[in-house]
């Protein structure tokens, strides 16, 4: 089941912290949320999903992992979504530890 693309722009309008861009990108029928290019979160059957960080548990008020689809590596299952402050000091917690995105080459 894919997800709702007003709970995906919900979960973007939730996830906005000060200048940072925040975006989705539909991938296989779901979308992973993207801070400044930087990918950090899925939403997957109207569900969210962080990607795992130490700064990121910190914050939690759950701790639950789960796979956002069959296969994939457990992600920090968000079910508060309502909560706007939680989540941008989440997004923000998470993104300072997690990779720059690697440029893109272009082909000749």
Request: proline share 10%; glycine share 6%; net charge positive.
């Given at each position: 089941?894919a997800?709702?693309?007003d709970?995906?722009q919900?979960?973007?309008?939730?996830?906005t912290?000060?200048?940072?861009?925040?975006?989705?990108?539909?991938m296989?029928?779901?979308?992973?949320?993207?801070?400044?290019?930087?990918?950090?979160g899925?939403?997957?059957?109207?569900?969210?999903y962080?990607?795992?960080?130490?700064?990121?548990?910190k914050?939690?008020?759950?701790?639950d992992?789960?796979?956002?689809?069959?296969?994939?590596?457990?992600?920090?299952?968000?079910?508060?979504?309502?909560d706007?402050?939680?989540?941008?000091?989440?997004v923000?917690a998470t993104?300072?530890?997690l990779?720059?995105?690697?440029?893109?080459?272009?082909?000749k």
């Open positions: 089941m997800s709702n693309p709970f995906v919900y979960i973007i309008d939730q996830c912290c000060g200048t940072a861009k925040i975006e989705a990108r539909k296989f029928g779901d979308y992973c949320v993207y801070c400044d290019g930087k990918p950090f899925l939403v997957c059957d109207n569900g969210f962080v990607k795992y960080t130490e700064a990121g548990r914050l939690l008020r759950i701790e992992m789960r796979p956002p689809y069959p296969g994939a590596k457990p992600h920090f299952y968000i079910e508060d979504v309502d706007r402050e939680y989540l941008s000091a989440l923000r993104c300072t530890e990779p720059d995105p690697k440029p893109k080459v272009k082909k």
